[in-house]
Every structure is written in C-alpha cells, then in structure tokens.
C-alpha cells in the first residue's frame, strides 16, 4: 500500500509539471513580445533616418522639375521616388498595426502564463491517489513539449505576417496608385460633366430617338433620388454617379444601370464652419458640380468646399474640405481627371483678392501634387483636359483669360485675353480649336498651339453676335452650335465663325446640347428633347417627352440615355 508521502509526493510533481508548462509559456510570449517592440523600434529609426533622407531628395527634384517641366526622365524619377516614399510609409504603417495586435497578444500570453505560474505555486497538495508517478511525469513533460511548440509556432506565424503581409499589401497599393483609365475606356464610358474631355459627344450612335414619358414608352425604369441637386449623371461600366445635398446633407449615390436600382449612398461631411458662412444659392444649390471617376473610385465636390472620394462598393476613400469659396451664386465647376490626378478649378472672389486657384490631388491618397494660384475671379466654368499634338492641355476660362495648363504640374502653357463677365460655358476642342463663350457678346475660336500671351497672335477668329450665358457649346468638327437659356439654337462654321442659321425655339433650356453620330439633342427645361439634324440648314427629326423637368445635362451609354430630371433618374432606351 502506498503511504501518504507517496500520495503527497505525486500530487506535488503533478503540479510541478503544471508550473513548468506555465512558465515557459511566459517565457515563449516575453521573448515574442519583445521582438515586436524590437521590430517596431527599428521601423521607427528607419522613419527618422531613411525617410528624411529620401524627402528632402524629392523636394530637390521638384525644385529642379519646376525648372525643366519637359524633362521625361525628371518627371519619372520624381514619381518613382515620390511612390517609394509612400511605399515605405504604407509598409511601417502595415507593420506596425500587424504588430500592435501580435504585441497585445502575446503580452496577454504572457500574463496569463505568469498568473498561472504563481497560482500553482501557492495551491497546497491535494491528497488523491497517484498508483504510479511514472506515467504522470511523463505526461506532464510532453505537456510543456506542446507548449514550448506552441509558443515557437506563435513566434514563426507572427514573423511570417510580419514578413509576407505588408508585400500582399503594398501590391495592391501600388497597383491601385499606378493605375489609371486607358484612353480607350475613358472613351467608352461617360466619366465627367459632358462625357470624355468635356466634349458633349457620345461615343455611341445607336442612342434612342423616340420616347414618351407619360405613356412609358421607350423608359426602361426611373428611380428616385433622395436629394436635389443640378449636377449631371456620369457612367462608368454598369454604375451611375449622382450627388445630392440639402442644408443639412450631402450624398453621393451609385445606380446600377441596368436596373436603376440604388446601391449604396456615401454621406459626405458638411464643411466645418470658418471665415465665411455657408449659404445655399437658389440658383446652384449645395450639388451642382459634376462628379467625376478614374473607373477605380468616384470623386465628389460640393458647393460649400467638401471633396470627397469612394470606392465603387460605397468604401469612403478620403475627404477634404478646400474651405467655403468666395462666390456669388454658388459654386458649379464640375470635376476633371487627369490620369490619376483629380483636377479642381477653384475660381473665387475678386481678382485682386488673388484667392482662386487650381489643384491637382492624387486620386489613390488625396495628397496635394500641385497647386497654381489663378489671376482670376469667381467663375462657373469646367476645366478641360485635351490631347493636343503630343501634349496635355488641361484648359480654363477666367476672366478675362482663357488658360492653358500642363495637367502634369500645374506649369502654364499659354494664356489669351478675351473674355469679360461672369463667366459658366465651358470651353471645348474640336476642330484642331478651342471654343470659348463670352456670355450675351461673342464666341472665339483658339488655336492652342501657342506658348505665352496668344492674345495677339492666336485667336482664330471671333464671332460677335452674342452667345450663351449658362449652356456650354459643342462641335462635331464641321459646324460648331451654341444654345441660349431662352431656346435660341445658333450653328456657325468651325472654319471662320460664320453663322449659317438660328432656331429660337421659345423655351428655356439649362442641359447643354449634345452630338451623337449626325444628330443634335437638346433637351430644355420642360424635359422635352429636341432632336435636329447636324447640317449646314436647320432640320428637326423628332421631339420626345419625359414628362419631369430637367436642368442637368445627359448621359449617353451603349443604347441608353440617362437623365437626371428635378426628382428621378431616367434610363431611355430598348430592353
């Protein structure tokens, strides 16, 4: 028979393995722990030593970029060093937050090993019968195996995350930073206010002709839009971008386009009171800009200075607020791109002021690539940016300048002195020209081919029989057309100016016009789509109404017209 030393010599090495296993788990998450802190510390010595270094070699590049703008080689060597920065930043960030919860659990490990030690410790002997010790030291040893496994399987998995997770992570990054639409797919899709490059064509000609809102012919669906706003529907694929804003909200919405259908509502923050007070003009509202889209997130701007960006799922990507715009009637100068760089015109106060400028934000992270004060004051206008030659021109109306930048840089190209009054007709390109309106006084053709002040040697010509004061002008190439709010429809030649004929048709009309293949729509302010021939005379082909009234611009898709009426969003077109 065994005696009670026995019973109590068992009971005490059955404890004893208990408290080994115990604490080399303690030890396993310390020694875990302080690797982490170890890692940690060192990408922070990294932060502080490397980055300034590379830092303050890019802002030496940019010094030397401003300099020489057409350098190539420059240009890429300032964006490949300006994404390795970014690069490093997106890698410590991505370990230090992998890091954060690995040091929180393995700290937690650690002290509930060291509790569990002490415990044991203190606990007295149980007196219950052990026949054997044998078997139970053993068992108790291959315990603390498995734990001492465990702890060194922890220590590998975490240094596998740490190792491999940032790379998974920082290639998508930069996949998602590189990347920009194709000429080809910007072509395809209606990206901005007026379709690619501003120009009010469609890429499609069979684009529907007959339609009757209140019988339901030729509407697909309609849907509501929860809030009101003057801004036109842009496409990218099978979504639709609107916004929307009221005194209290602002709301960016995406539609799926085959069946109008809302996906998701983004909530955009109103901006934060400052200087001045922000007071919704009856005439633009809080939503009259356009948004714009690189086909990989959407980008939105409000009257009151709030910029916002989304993923195509709804996802906020990043906000800003430029501060509430110094403008009469509120601000409307809708969004441009330029590769992946968002363009905003921000036309405000007096010229002397000297308070308008034009930025450019990286589309992926929302920083500030370039900014250029603009010696203008507050206008309506959208920015364009054309292919000209073998250079980019992101062109600007401003009186009294018409100004053309390079998109890449901010960097002026040209400037013209020809337009006076309060300026909303955008510019657009056609015909190796650029076409501007003076509101109530005149159009003038640019050649953009200039460097400098063109006023003297590169205006084309001028023609001085007014023009209008909200719609912007378009041109197939051949015949250029300008359309007044009060319904009066003019068509002039691109060679010289020479107006061919007028049609008045007595109504209002906000919507500029639009070509699609050799027709002419122009939709007036009662939703009524006046479909004309593009000719040399005047012809009309069909009137079709929706039967809502309408002041934004619309959209052409594959087949489809959208249309954003007072209160719903309409799909014209066949099932």
């Excluded at 303690?26 to 170890?38: G, K």
């Excluded at 068992?139 to 590998?156: E, I």
């Excluded at 959407?298 to 430029?322: C, H």
Aim: proline share 7%; aromatic share 8%.
């Amino acid at each position: 028979m065994k005696t009670e030393a026995n019973l109590n010599s068992g009971s005490v090495e059955s404890a004893g393995g208990w408290c080994k296993t115990a604490r080399a788990t303690a030890i396993v998450a310390a020694a875990f722990s302080l690797l982490i802190i170890l890692v940690i510390a060192v990408d922070y010595l990294q932060s502080v030593l490397i980055d300034a270094r590379l830092e303050k070699n890019l802002e030496n590049l940019r010094v030397k970029l401003h300099l020489e703008s057409d350098s190539e080689p420059l240009v890429s060597q300032t964006r490949d060093l300006d994404l390795r920065i970014r690069r490093n930043k997106i890698r410590r960030l991505d370990r230090s937050r992998k890091g954060g919860y690995l040091l929180l659990g393995s700290v937690a490990v650690m002290l509930i090993g060291v509790k569990w030690h002490d415990a044991l410790r203190k606990r007295p002997p149980s007196p219950h019968v052990n026949p054997d010790p044998g078997p139970g030291q053993i068992r108790q040893s291959g315990l603390t195996r498995r734990a001492l496994a465990a702890g060194a399987g922890v220590v590998g998995i975490g240094a596998l995350l740490l190792a491999l997770g940032p790379q998974d992570y920082l290639g998508r990054a930069d996949k998602a930073a590189r990347s920009y639409p194709s000429f080809e797919e910007i072509a395809a899709n209606w990206p901005r206010f007026r379709g690619p490059g501003g120009a009010g064509i469609s890429a499609y000609t069979n684009v529907p002709d007959k339609w009757d809102g209140k019988s339901g012919q030729g509407i697909l669906w309609k849907t509501a839009i929860p809030l009101p706003g003057f801004n036109s529907p842009i496409i990218w694929g099978n979504r639709i971008f609107l916004s929307g804003a009221d005194p209290n909200e602002r709301q960016v919405y995406c539609f799926d386009a085959p069946s109008g259908e809302l996906l998701w509502t983004g909530n955009v923050a109103p901006a934060p009171p400052g200087e001045l007070v922000y007071e919704e003009s009856e005439d633009a509202g809080t939503a009259a800009p356009t948004m714009t889209t690189d086909g990989r997130r959407v980008y939105a701007i409000f009257a009151d200075g709030a910029v916002a960006s989304f993923d195509f799922e709804g996802r906020p990507v990043w906000t800003k607020n430029l501060g509430i715009p110094d403008i009469s009637y509120g601000y409307a100068s809708s969004l441009e791109m330029y590769r992946n760089l968002l363009l905003i015109q921000y036309d405000q106060g007096v010229a002397e002021d000297q308070k308008s400028r034009l930025m450019a934000f990286n589309g992926f992270s929302g920083q500030l690539v370039w900014q250029t004060p603009r010696p203008v004051p507050n206008s309506w206008t959208t920015p364009i940016v054309v292919k000209i030659g073998e250079q980019y021109q992101l062109i600007t109306c401003g009186e009294p300048w018409v100004i053309s930048y390079d998109p890449a840089n901010g960097d002026e190209l040209w400037r013209a002195d020809c337009l006076g009054g309060e300026l909303a007709p955008s510019p657009v390109f056609a015909a190796g020209l650029v076409f501007v309106i003076e509101p109530y006084a005149q159009l003038i053709a640019i050649r953009p081919d200039g460097r400098g002040n063109v006023t003297e040697t590169h205006i084309a010509w001028r023609n001085e029989e007014g023009g209008p004061d909200v719609c912007c002008p378009v041109s197939n190439g051949e015949l250029v057309f300008m359309l007044t709010t009060e319904g009066l429809l003019t068509c002039h030649k691109t060679t010289d100016g020479t107006k061919l004929w007028e049609q008045d048709f007595r109504v209002y009309c906000r919507a500029s016009p639009s070509f699609v293949g050799e027709r002419l729509y122009v939709l007036t302010e009662k939703g009524v789509m006046i479909i004309i021939e593009a000719a040399e005379q005047y012809k009309e082909l069909a009137r079709c109404e929706l039967g809502e009234d309408c002041h934004a611009s619309p959209a052409f898709a594959d087949g489809r017209i959208y249309i954003r009426a007072v209160e719903n969003l309409y799909c014209i077109g066949q099932p």
